[in-house]
């Protein structure tokens, strides 16, 4: 008999398991010949090694249906469980839109609403390096923030990497009250708030405590080599034009870089040129590297987001 230990690194265990393990019993009766055995995120399974490669391969497709559907009743599960081969064949009342990026906490739907949204969506899957540069409001963050998480629940990448340049308004952080974190926590806030809709606090905090999820000012990017990382560089227009190199050349291997700015908003000291506008004239036509300028029409904040952002550009 063989033992093996499975970790649900990529689903909540009450998803699969239900309440009062309603779920699990339903597995349990797919696979009479195993002994199945829940604590928390771990899932010990004894058998013959034969039957427990085909419960993985089930595992594998349940936790698949469940991140491409945002359900996984027990109704459901009976359907899946009870398919013959390896592939899942979704019913037309289990097809979604290509919009859906992943589905969120407490069941919140999240998908890009706009033309280059939807271009950030595909370009990341083609490009290794995708700069997304447009006004306030675009959604620009708050969709590389969702692919980098689609890509960590999808295995595709073992850790996130949030940065941000520490220079905004003028603040100087050591002016600040608290420790690092406190002085850092309010300049990362808008990354905070992507994540919190996305990943369930506690598992949000795990990530965070074992470092899958890494957010961290720019700085502390400097002789760092990021290998199987989803990573982002948000505000990326305070960059200087030696932090962007230095950024940039910290790609390893199986990592895919995000690079979120707004041209409009350089908070940098006076004549300091901006790292982001030289990236994007010298990086233009790199091959696995796209640029999308995202614009007024992709503005998905209040209405008067957009009323303000033609006002301000007609009276250039």
Known sequence: MTEKIITLESIEPVEIYGVNDVKLN?????????????????????????????????????????????????????????????????????????????????GLVIKAKTDNQRRMMSSILKNDMLFAVGPAGTGKTYTAVALAVKALKNKEVKRIILTRPAVEAGENLGFLPGDLKEKLDPYMQPLYDALNDMV????????????????????FMRGRTLDNAFVILDEAQNTTESQMKMFLTRMGANAKFIVTGDATQIDLPYKQPSGLLQALKLLKKVEGIEIIELDKSDVIRHRLVRAIIEKYDESK
């Open 200 to 219: 369930p606090t506690d598992k949000l905090n795990q990530y965070i405590e074992n470092r899958t999820i890494q957010i961290a000012p720019l700085a």
């Open 26 to 106: 339903i597995i349990k009766k797919y696979f009479p010949k195993l002994k199945l055995i829940a604590r928390g995120y771990s899932l010990k399974v004894l058998g013959e090694s034969s039957e427990i490669n085909r419960f993985e391969k089930k595992l594998d497709m349940l936790t698949e249906h469940y991140h491409k559907t945002g359900l996984l009743t027990e109704s459901v599960l009976e359907r899946l469980l009870g398919q013959t081969g390896d592939n899942l064949l979704e019913s037309k009342e289990d097809a979604i839109s290509n919009d859906i990026i992943l589905f969120g906490n407490n």
